[in-house]
């Protein structure tokens, strides 16, 4: 037998039974008039003013009906806005506004890096501004009232905080450099659930009730969107999380009166709430594994430092970062030097670094080993900064002329915990060619016949730490241009900085080909020294003066050597002058 649904001028054909199921779930509105041959005839007729219907009706329609008929006092939405309302009052008292912002904000360094998770929830009862606090609060008190009658005390209250649970969440991960803080996530929530709830039983909702629900307040979360967009400072992402929480909470939600619901929203309930426990313990335990980072490129180290950290200058003289929490700082620099780096005279020079900011500094760890093939230090150390325990975590690497330098000092309570957060870091770092070797290479591949090319190359790859490259490049730069002393010179001196073997036949052969050029002269005595000959250093200095007397370099080398400067022959001269009577 075939039943026919008139309602809202749209005819609809079924069988009895399908009918009798709808009537029974609650998609048939009482409102609609039916018409079948065995109780109508050929009329339509009002659906309520059957016995049939009244037989047929959930008892859990009429509940729901008589719910969002209620006028009765919303017991959970007059405590959330209570709540709020006490914690603004709260705030007005001397210095309590600061204390509530810094303790209770959702602020991810908070979060993440000192595991207080609790603020993903807290945030959302603060307020700062009389006028923020009056728009939130008239936002809850009205979806929030319209939503309990629809949904039940429970399944708002659900929505509500898993609104500014999501909301919170989305706001640290997008905006992770800024504060946040209002109930608008918590709001947004409770109006998206509302336009879903209307849009879900839209055909069930008595007449009178469905001003309050789907697209009858789409427009005001629509307009309330657009606001914050165009307003600066407003947190979006915060308004958009608590968004998609509300909406997807309510679309597993039904309403309580509905009672076969009932074992189901209580499952939904737990489900949620157990999540949001997982979450809250994941984000605590792993926290530092979560902080985002960048990357950092500066004369061929490569690293990271975290995204939202600020820059400033550390007490040790270097730019840095500093954590929002002021409980960590971290510095990633590289300096070059006139002689190569040794790894062992530059780590005491740090600790003596440290030494001259901080106090009372212990030296914990220090080991020696190689990074990526270059020598290198790792150490631990403990001082007092400001009166209060530090601990430090630093690696130096040496690279030729390069002293790559990473370390991170840290409150001590914290510094168990910003461990992760170092080893994430020193897995980022990475050691490459300086972009000064890079532009050589790729000017002396483009210039194959300029001796000049060939120097800078040479120079670029001594102090890149590269010796044996550098004097390939210094040789060829001399085929190129064998009568200057210039590129001879630069493999003196790259001999001298490295020590390398062939360093004696080097000096004689450039002291045949440039007896009279005083630099090549102190660059030859440079290479002696550092093979242990000085006496023999001291002779090609002397007779260097002799041959250019005066010269200033030769001079001061002279004197570094500890001899004395002989007379130059202008000044003998003046002494064989006779004296005037």
Same mark, same amino acid.
């Not at 807290?122 to 606090?133: A, C, D, I, K, N």
């Not at 979806?143 to 999501?166: K, P």
């Not at 989305?170 to 905006?175: D, E, F, H, I, K």
């Given at each position: ?21 709808? &009537? ?20 339509? &007729? ?96 009205? @979806? ?28 640290? @991960? ?17 109006? @998206? ?40 400072? &407003? ?122 900011? %901080? ?27 400001? %009166? ?81 490259? @550098? ?16 590129? &001879? ?93």
């Amino acid at each position: 037998m075939l039943v026919e649904l008139k309602h809202e001028g749209r005819i609809r054909r079924l069988t009895y039974e399908a009918f009798e199921q709808e &009537v029974r779930d609650g998609l048939v509105p009482p409102d609609a008039e039916i018409r079948f041959d065995a109780a109508t005839g050929d009329q339509f &007729v009002p659906l309520r003013s059957l016995e049939l219907y009244r037989e047929l009706v959930d008892s859990d329609q009429a509940r729901f009906s008589r719910a969002l008929a209620r006028r009765s006092l919303p017991w959970i939405t007059a405590l959330l806005v209570g709540v709020q309302l006490r914690i603004y009052l709260w705030t007005a008292l001397p210095n309590a506004d600061a204390w509530f912002l810094e303790r209770l904000a959702n602020w991810a360094p908070a979060v993440l890096e000192q595991g207080q998770v609790y603020r993903l929830l807290s945030y959302g009862f603060l307020h700062l501004g009389l006028t923020h606090l009056a728009f939130n609060l008239l936002f809850l008190a009205y @979806a929030g009232w319209s939503l309990e009658r629809a949904m039940g005390r429970r399944n708002l209250l659900l929505i509500y905080l898993a609104s500014v649970f999501c909301g919170g969440l989305l706001s640290m @991960a997008m905006s992770p450099d800024r504060p946040s803080l209002g109930a608008s996530g918590g709001d947004f929530g409770l109006i @998206a659930a509302a336009v879903i709830f209307g849009w879900k039983y839209g055909e069930i909702i008595p007449v009178s009730a469905r001003k309050y629900y789907g697209w009858a307040i789409l427009a005001y979360l629509v307009a309330a969107l657009f606001s914050g967009i165009r307003s600066p400072g &407003v947190d979006n992402w915060g308004h958009l999380g608590g968004l998609l929480g509300g909406a997807l909470t309510i679309t597993l939600l039904h309403p309580q009166a509905l009672s076969r619901y009932r074992a189901h929203n209580r499952l939904v309930r737990r489900a949620c709430t157990g999540l949001a426990v997982l979450v809250c313990a994941g984000m605590a335990l792993l926290g530092p594994h979560l902080v985002p980072l960048q990357p950092w490129h500066y004369r061929g180290l490569t690293a990271a430092r975290p995204a939202y950290w600020v820059e400033g200058w550390t007490f040790t003289g270097d730019l840095g970062s500093f954590s929002p929490t002021r409980q960590s700082t971290l510095v990633i620099d590289t300096t070059v030097h006139v002689e190569p780096v040794d790894i062992e005279r530059a780590t005491d020079r740090f600790i003596e670094q440290v030494d001259a900011g %901080g106090k009372q500094v212990e030296l914990l760890e220090r080991s020696a080993a190689r990074f990526e093939g270059w020598p290198a230090v790792s150490l631990r150390a403990s001082f007092d900064l400001s %009166g209060e325990p530090h601990v430090l975590d630093a690696l130096l690497v040496a690279r030729g002329h390069y002293l790559h330098r990473i370390h991170l000092h840290t409150a001590e309570p914290w510094a168990e915990r910003y461990q992760t957060l170092w080893r994430r870091i020193l897995d980022r770092v990475d050691i490459e060619d300086p972009l000064e070797l890079a532009q050589a290479k790729r000017k002396a591949g483009q210039q194959l016949t300029s001796w000049k090319a060939q120097a800078d190359l040479a120079e670029a790859l001594g102090r890149a730490g590269h010796p044996q490259e @550098a004097r390939d490049a210094w040789r060829k730069a001399g085929d190129l241009n064998a009568d200057d002393p210039r590129p &001879v010179i630069g493999l003196l001196e790259l001999l001298a900085h490295y020590h390398l073997d062939d360093g004696s036949q080097t000096v004689a052969l450039a002291l045949l080909l440039h007896p009279d050029n005083p630099d090549l002269r102190v660059a030859a005595a440079k290479v002696l020294d550092a093979l242990d000959r000085g006496p023999e250093a001291a002779e090609v200095l002397l007779e260097g003066w002799s041959r250019a007397p005066g010269h200033a370099e030769l001079r001061k080398a002279l004197l570094l050597h500890g001899l004395e400067i002989p007379p130059t022959p202008a000044a003998d001269a003046m002494s064989l002058e006779p004296t005037l009577p």
